[in-house]
């Protein structure tokens, strides 16, 4: 049988050059299907890090609640992404379309022709198709960076927001919101990058900043959950049940970023020399890999030192940190990286103590800090370190002057319509769960069950801003009565109706 | 690679399947009407079932008495909760 096959392979006459020609491109593009397919495999374990991340910091009786909204944003998410947002991302990187819904027509991008068209649900491309091996993988990919951005302001909302509000304002921000700015500014015909130069390769902004500045928004119509702060405003500590199950999240998060990272870069060695930024400038997954392992380094680093050892911003300062040096990942060089997560691991926990104490925003995991601030403070950093780099397919020198109009044009993209979304949601009285229900906590009244049936319920803790150890039950009730049933007002003493 | 394989001939015939007509077809936008469709009414759903259960768990907790405003003073230490009646 062996011999047989064998003698009539040797049979076969030698291919010709066209032949090869047609097999290296077919097995490139399997290459590359595959390297994307694996790199969503990878980042599935953002969403499973960030479930075990939130599940744990929350109390014991809202651990359900705060998972499935993790679960469910894929369930939203992913269908609405699929039928309009991968729309917005091929159709508009000039902003609202000018020509009807057509590529952008820059000059050099001309392999990219025809894509707006191939972003539609009932395009070619957005189904089985045996001629096209990369769309839907690429898709794919971005499709996780939409989940991510959702679980991103996940965690800041947890124990009070309504399941169903959220997944509402996570599909205007996993489909709507933060792919429109991907457009404007992670493409290679986005208006920023080919007019400006902006350089966020690996997303400090895109996806990090923009959904810290929405979350923000979010948090003001949100309010802060009964009983985090005193009459006089200043903030007690809830303690999450689990602080082990949070840190796990936070290891799984870190793991599913190489995932990311990997995803956000250009690979079809039959098109393109090498591999690519998302701006189709030459770079190397070594070097990004270089730059992310730095960057969790310099932010455990940063975070253990300016948060004195507390292992929650310790971990968080990894995050931060390689948040703080993303936008650079493709230019940095190793020690740049690992000096600037350090400031960026720091930054996270000098902005979230503000947050939380100054400004009086209860960010349940310091999101806003974390991605908002040094997403941010990312792109900032580009423009003082990478200023000159050419950047996009017409190599624009990125600049600090491009940066700045970057983050001009998605402070408001992003803040606004997380604010006014989560402000019609809260007219309507459905942003927020009712007190009563809050205090009880969210797991009895969303699924009618302790999820820990088999392990005695001890008397809840809460930390007052002196650093005393109290029992909640007493400070709860007695916030829940002096803000008048509304937790969204953190001082007052009216009596409830 | 073994040419008595009938690749092309079969894939074209698979291809026709799976796409439901092909792009931009009339079986795709009815496709894509009904899945939108479905989107829009599940989201609806998380949103209505949501309010029956909060409101059901919430009359329930305001019926029980259990958080009517304690007549008592509250005074805690680092380890115990000392609760007194006026």
Known sequence: MISSLFSSWLAQAAPTAEEIQAQVTLDSQILTEQFYFWTVVIMWL??????????????????????????????????????????????????????????????????????????????????????????????????????????????????????????????????????????????????????YGFHDS??????????????????????????????????????????????????????????????????????????????????????????????FAGGFTGGWFASKGDPFWTLSGGLAGVISV????????????YLLSISGGMLAVYAGTYIEKKLRVDDAVG?????????????????????GYPTGINNVESSFGGQLMGMLAFLPLAFIPGYVVSWILKKLNILRVPAEVELEGLDLAEFGQDFFPEFERVPEIVIEPDGREVDAAPVLLDAYWQTNGRAETPVGTGERS | MFDAFPFDEWSEDIAEFWTYGGEGSTGTYIMTALGVAAMLIALVGFVVLEQRKLRRQTEMLRASGALERPNVVVATTTTTTIITSD
């Open chain 1, 202 to 295: 690996i997303a400090s902004l895109v996806v990090h900043g923009v959904a810290g500045a929405f979350t923000l928004g979010v948090l003001l119509n949100l309010g802060p959950r009964i009983g985090k702060y005193t009459v006089e405003g200043a903030a007690r500590t809830f303690r999450g049940h689990n602080t082990h199950l949070t840190l796990l999240g936070l290891m799984l998060i870190f793991t599913g970023f190489y995932g990311f990272y990997a995803a956000c870069l250009v690979i079809q060695s039959t098109v393109f020399p090498g591999w690519l930024n998302i701006y189709f400038s030459p770079t190397t997954l070594g070097a990004i890999a270089f730059v992310i392992t730095f960057g």
């Open chain 1, 46 to 195: 953002i969403h499973a890090g960030f479930m075990a991340y939130e599940a744990g910091a929350a109390r014991r009786k809202n651990v359900m609640s705060t998972a499935m909204k993790n679960i469910l944003t894929i369930a939203v998410v992913t269908p609405s992404f699929y039928y309009f947002g991968w729309y917005i991302y091929g159709c508009f990187e000039e902003g609202w379309p000018k020509d009807g819904h057509g590529s952008p027509t820059v000059e050099g991008l001309e392999v990219l022709a025809g894509f707006c068209q191939n972003t539609a649900p009932w395009a070619a491309q957005m189904g089985p198709n045996l001629q096209d091996h990369v769309s839907a993988v690429f898709f794919l990919a971005f499709l996780l960076f939409s989940w991510t951005t959702a679980s991103i302001m996940s965690g800041a909302l947890i124990e009070r927001v309504r399941l169903s509000a959220f997944l509402i304002l996570a599909v205007v921000l996993g489909s709507g919101v933060w792919i429109m700015d991907a457009a404007w500014g992670w493409s290679g015909g986005g208006w920023l990058v080919t007019r």
């Open chain 1, 367 to 387: 999101a806003v800090a974390v991605h908002g601030v040094c997403g941010f403070y990312g792109v900032f950093l580009v423009g003082v370190f990478a200023g």
């Open chain 1, 326 to 337: 993303s936008a650079g990942a493709d230019v940095y060089h190793p020690s740049l990286a």
